[in-house]
């Protein structure tokens, strides 16, 4: 028989506000432990929450992103278990009547054609504090950091329809660059202001049961949990196969030895409502206005980008993959340099060279500017592709214009037909065999004639033009 798996995905997103959630200490979870922290974040009794506008704003800025319903009555519950990351006893919560319902986000399957994926609902939720399990001498201790208690997450949760580990590494990578748009949350599985759980379930193919779930954690990239997913189907239906039974369950990824192994159930206690806080409601017009705020989506930026710069669909997604570079390279292309150079140039010189200089992409010295300049000269015949690489490698380390390092490394290209005709007779009266070759036939001969030429020219000749001359020359 024929099984397919179930698969549906719960996401923890930090929100990056300046504040907590419900205290004005900064959200900064990085700093020295339990600096960040008052009264209320640190639970005590008689502190009174105050839920910030703010988190609102993003949080309902990212549940637009994801195509969601807006709730015009919200409220938080008490989600009671006892843990020494929560001494107050219960976490702040949206169980009963969350932030926002329904929503879709949109992937590429593995034929390549779209697939919705729905969403089930997205909840706003208070972050717990931190562990930290360390030793003093012999003897292990664990402390606890307080400056993540009551940081702003929203939890995402799908519905079922994800049937491969394929749709789950989609989605998420979809559903990282929709948040990332908004400018609420970095969301990097790898520095955990993204965590992630799959709920996994076999069936027989075509049924239309959902079975026993098993939940995997513990996953830090895309990576791991494709992995992870790939490792449980094969797990589970292994276990059905043998009529062995499959029981609700969690269980913990391991990524080094590549297999996930059960973990203890945690106590799970009811989800009571919050009396402290008030309910949320959201007006209309307050909601018209935090949609004018969302910016332009990725999946329609590559539409408009296909249709108004001409660019290859592939060209299209690289350049709206980030916010950052899809307006990088408009302002490019508004300086005057071809759409599709300008793709091609940011794709496969730009970024690797900002990487290999170790720069992050909003802090490279190579201005949208500075890289028109290169570009414009290329596609003016000013400078060849060779030299406009070596342009682009000087300006990482000098403030000089693009046009000032041409002229000062002697770059310009030699477009000169008289003197390029000099350099191509040189060659043919050197390049015997080579011009024989090429009169029997083999074209590849006159790609070594243009070489030695680019030679002769110390790389600055253009190559175009040397080949033009090289043809007519011989005939
Ligand atoms: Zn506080």
């Given at each position: ?34 600096t ?38 919200s ?6 278990y ?7 006893g ?20 593995e034929?390549?054609?779209?697939k ?25 201790i ?6 993540r ?10 519905e ?14 979809v559903?990282?660059?929709q ?8 969301c990097?599985?790898?520095q ?101 705020k ?6 329609q930026k ?21 916010r ?47 890289l ?12 060849n ?42 060659v ?33 000749a ?13 005939g």
């Open positions: 028989m024929a099984y397919e798996a179930v698969i549906g995905i719960e996401i923890h997103v930090q929100l990056n506000a300046i504040t907590k959630m419900f205290c004005d200490c900064p959200n900064r979870p990085g700093d020295d432990p339990n960040n922290i008052c009264p209320i974040c640190l639970w005590l009794p008689g502190a009174v929450p105050q839920f910030s506008l703010e988190i609102l704003e993003k949080a309902t800025l990212a549940c637009l992103s994801l195509n969601c319903e807006i709730q015009p009555r409220a938080f519950d008490q989600k009671v006892y843990y020494p990351d929560l001494p107050k219960f976490q702040l919560s949206q169980h009963h009547m969350p932030l926002a319902r329904g929503g879709w986000i949109e992937i590429m399957d034929k390549g054609d779209p919705k994926l729905r969403l089930h609902h997205v909840h706003m939720e208070e972050d717990v504090a931190k562990l930290v399990h360390e030793t003093e001498g012999r003897t292990p664990s402390l606890v950091d307080f400056n208690a009551g940081t702003p997450l929203i939890e995402i949760v799908t079922p329809d994800m049937r491969s580990s394929h749709d789950a590494m989609e989605f998420l990578k559903l990282r660059t948040l990332r748009y908004t400018g609420c949350a970095e990097s599985l790898e955990g202001t993204m965590r992630c759980d799959a709920n996994i379930s076999i069936r027989p193919e075509g049924s239309s049961r959902l079975n026993t779930k098993v939940e995997v954690k513990n996953m830090n990239s895309i990576q791991h949990v494709g992995n992870a997913i790939d490792y449980e189907i094969k797990r589970q239906t292994e276990s059905l196969m043998k009529n062995d039974p499959i029981v609700l369950h969690t269980r913990l990824w391991d990524p080094e030895k590549h297999i996930t192994t059960a973990m203890r159930a945690k106590f799970e206690g009811p989800c009571i409502p919050d009396p402290a806080v008030s309910h949320i409601l959201i007006a209309d017009a307050w909601l018209q206005e935090m949609a004018t969302l910016p332009e989506m990725p999946n590559v539409k408009r980008f296909i249709q108004q710069y001409n660019l290859m669909y592939d060209e299209a997604v690289q350049m709206s993959l980030e950052e570079v899809s307006e990088y390279f408009e302002a490019v292309v508004g300086l005057g340099a071809s759409p599709r150079t300008a793709a091609n140039w940011i794709v496969a010189q730009l970024l690797p060279a900002i990487k290999e200089h170790g720069y992050a992409f909003s802090g490279s010295p190579v201005t949208p500017r500075r028109a300049g290169v570009i414009t000269m290329l596609e003016k015949n000013e400078i592709s060779g030299s406009a690489k070596s342009v682009l490698a000087r300006l990482f380390e000098t403030d000089q214009a693009p046009e000032e390092i041409v002229e000062q490394f002697g770059f310009r290209q030699v477009s000169d037909v008289k003197a390029l005709t000099l350099l191509v007779d040189q043919i009266s050197e390049n015997a065999s080579a011009v024989e070759n090429y009169k029997n036939g083999n074209q590849k001969s006159i790609g070594f004639m243009v070489g030695q030429a680019m030679k002769l020219s110390k790389g600055k253009n190559p175009k033009f040397l080949q033009e001359i090289l043809r007519e020359k011989l």
